[in-house]
């Protein structure tokens, strides 16, 4: 008896930790799979992404840093709302600028200093170095955090989807690929693999 | 009459000699594309269709052309940077290597006739090593981004070191993709659908006629297909259709710099085969035969040139010169049947003062050349020449050039031309006191026109010699 009633308590309580947490935090299932693209060496210029999660979704920070001349990660996924630190790790100044959607410039700053942006507008921004013309980054910005950037190989793993059918959906730099419907139940993983082309 | 053949000899020595090979393969693109040379060759420089469409597209390939480049790039900007034009330099790339490619060329003769007019300029020689390796090239060619080319030869003789082509190439213009580009610098002038090496058997496609050469002794004297420094607009409009229209300097054999400026067009229209852009094909019929198509491409071509260069006779170094302007008209017809190809052209050419005198002169150019891809490393036929000189108030005299002979592929980067080259001639051109001249042009330094009159040769003079079998020998890497 007193074994139940805690189990009970315990279930409550996870389900109300769950609750409070919101759809990002429960019991969801994967979205993974392979990215293929022709010509493959786009590859890593591409996101796959949820459309339209219902919910609304606790804002973040993320980091995009600049390291050896290059933006690190190369694509990094936040959602609406989200800001972005971004880093100089390298002993050059650098600068932050994007000529996408509303734009921004962040003007030039010096080794460990850290700008940020708050990114109000869903969309990708490219993210170029005015001192530094070679540097490319991007930020996706999605309407929910479900987004996961392709890695080398053409892998994604989109986790913690909550229960439901959405649509798939991939951002590509000069790609495209098809939206797709997919099922997402809790605890499962689906697998869904993508073609991109011109 | 007595005629004193040495000048002739050495004339004929000069013009054999002296002839630089203009612009062949190009491995840099090999390397950027990570792709061998048979993807636009089959033995070099002739191209196949896709790569007759490459070359067109001022080197790119259908479609987007960085999508296929394999080669790592260096970012000169990013895209987005356009989006901040002005504040930002429009971006580009360079290829993470230096984008050039080299290679050597040359000919061996062997002659069996020891009377043929080289062998009697060269002492009786029977085999001729000498020019084996004649010439060394660095050739470029690389995108700055999907729309501006670059393309360029720098070649090695024992003449001297020759910029043969430096072009940028401003690709897609205006208008449909291919339809307008511009290209600036030095190179061979556009007055056929295909490449100026689109020969199996010679150097260039279509035979020169060097006329105030053989009158008037001009060192550099104007022919159709040459290296010229100027301004070119071309295009390839619906896939079918190809033009050019171009301004470039003349010819100026003189110290001081006369305005000699030369304008020329092209109008061609392809009949089935692949595009002429490449565009949307769908690959050969036969996968194993990327060469073979059926098609059917006609060109006409007009050049209005003008070149300066010494009176004849007057003191060297004199600064005093004529003006000979000329104008040419010409068509040439491309017959493909699967592996089977045939080319036809013959152009007319009037010159107001080409002769030695001064006087008007017409010449004619005929060429066809018959081959058939049997393997693709082995590819027979024959060509024919024939130049024919009219001048005014004379005689109309004739050279027929045939050439029998085969491409070998040693490798893809590897070529050996095997030829015959036998000439009929019907007289000789005269100088002004009526004593008969040497034979000079055609395509290749391998099978020119170099009939000689023999000493007893008066200009009406018949004469056939079995000239040479002659060895090319060509790599690049």
Not at chain 2, 403 to 410: H, N, Q, T
Request: glycine share 10%; charged share 15%; net charge negative.
């Amino acid at each position: 008896m007193v074994n139940t009633s805690l189990a009970s308590r315990l279930a409550v309580l996870a389900l109300g930790l769950s609750a409070a947490a919101g759809p990002a935090l429960a019991a969801g299932g994967t979205i993974s799979g392979k990215v293929e693209a022709t010509p493959p060496k786009y590859l890593e210029d591409t996101v796959v992404y949820l459309k339209n999660v219902p919910g609304t979704f606790p804002k973040r920070t993320e980091k995009m840093d600049q390291k050896g001349m290059k933006f690190l990660p190369h694509v990094l996924t936040v959602t609406k709302g989200d800001t972005v630190d971004f880093l100089n790790h390298d002993n050059v100044a650098h600068n932050v600028y994007s000529p996408d959607n509303e734009g921004y410039n962040l003007g030039t700053f010096k080794q460990n200093e850290t700008r940020s942006h708050v990114f109000e507008k869903e969309g990708t921004y490219t993210q170029l170095c005015s001192i530094h013309p070679e540097m490319l980054g991007y930020v996706f910005v999605g309407q929910n955090p479900y987004a996961s950037p392709v890695d080398a190989k053409g892998h994604y793993a989109i986790k913690n989807v909550p229960p439901g059918t959405y649509q798939l959906e991939v951002w590509n730099a000069k790609l495209k690929a098809p939206a797709k419907s997919v099922t997402v139940a809790a605890g499962q993983t689906v697998t869904e693999n993508l073609t991109l082309k011109r | 009459m007595t005629i004193n053949v040495l000048p002739l000899r050495l004339a004929i020595l000069l013009a054999v000699a002296g002839t630089a090979l203009p612009a062949r393969a190009i491995p840099a693109f090999a390397r950027k594309y990570g792709t061998s040379c048979l993807t636009c060759h089959t033995a070099y420089p002739k191209l196949t269709p896709f790569g007759e469409a490459f070359r067109r597209n001022g080197y790119r390939f259908p479609g987007v052309d960085s999508d296929y480049v394999k080669q790592e790039q260096v970012a000169l900007g990013q895209e987005a940077n356009k989006k901040t034009f002005p504040k930002t330099v429009w971006p580009a790339a360079l290829p993470i290597s230096v984008p050039i490619a080299i290679g050597a060329n040359g000919q061996a003769f062997a002659y069996p006739d020891k009377n043929a007019s080289v062998p009697r300029a060269s002492n009786g020689t029977q085999l001729a090593l000498d020019d084996l390796v004649a010439e060394g090239h660095l050739w470029t060619g690389a995108a700055l981004d999907d729309t501006i080319t670059v393309w360029g030869e720098l070649t090695l003789s024992p003449d001297g070191v020759d910029v043969e082509h430096a072009q940028l190439l401003f690709n897609d213009l205006l208008g449909p993709k291919h339809a307008l580009n511009l290209v600036v610098g030095k190179g061979f002038p556009t007055l056929t659908s295909f490449g100026p090496h689109s020969s199996y058997l010679a150097d260039l496609a279509m035979p020169n006629a060097p006329v105030t050469a053989i009158y008037s002794g001009s060192a550099d004297p104007f022919v159709l297909v040459d290296n010229y420094t100027g301004l070119e607009v071309n295009g390839v409009v619906a896939g079918r259709g190809d033009w050019s229209l171009g301004f470039n300097t003349g010819k100026n054999s003189v110290g001081t710099v006369f305005p000699n400026e030369s304008f020329y067009g092209h109008l061609g229209w392809k009949i089935g085969g692949m595009r002429l852009d490449g565009e949307g094909s769908q690959g050969p019929a036969n996968a194993m035969e990327p060469w073979a198509e059926t098609a059917l491409t006609i060109d006409v071509f007009g050049y209005r040139a003008s070149e300066h260069f010494g009176i004849p006779g007057a003191a060297p170094g004199a600064t005093v010169a004529v003006r000979d302007g000329s104008s040419t008209l010409g068509a040439a017809v491309r017959a493909q049947a699967g592996s089977g190809e045939v080319d036809l052209g013959y152009y007319a050419q009037w010159h107001d003062h080409g002769t030695n005198d001064l006087a008007k002169v017409r010449a004619g150019v005929a060429y066809a050349e018959a081959t058939y891809v049997v393997y693709p490393w082995f590819i027979p036929g024959i060509r024919v020449e024939d130049l024919m000189l009219s001048p005014n108030g004379g005689s109309t005299v004739s050279d027929l050039h045939l050439m029998p002979g085969a491409a070998f592929l040693v490798r893809p980067n590897v070529k050996i031309v095997l030829v015959a080259n036998v000439e009929i001639g019907n007289g000789y051109p005269q100088d002004a006191t009526g004593a008969p001249l040497g034979w000079q042009g055609g395509a290749a330094d391998w099978g020119s026109f170099v009939l000689a009159p023999t000493d007893t040769a008066t200009p009406t003079t018949k004469r056939s010699e079995l000239e040479s079998i002659a060895v090319f020998l060509a790599w690049a890497l």
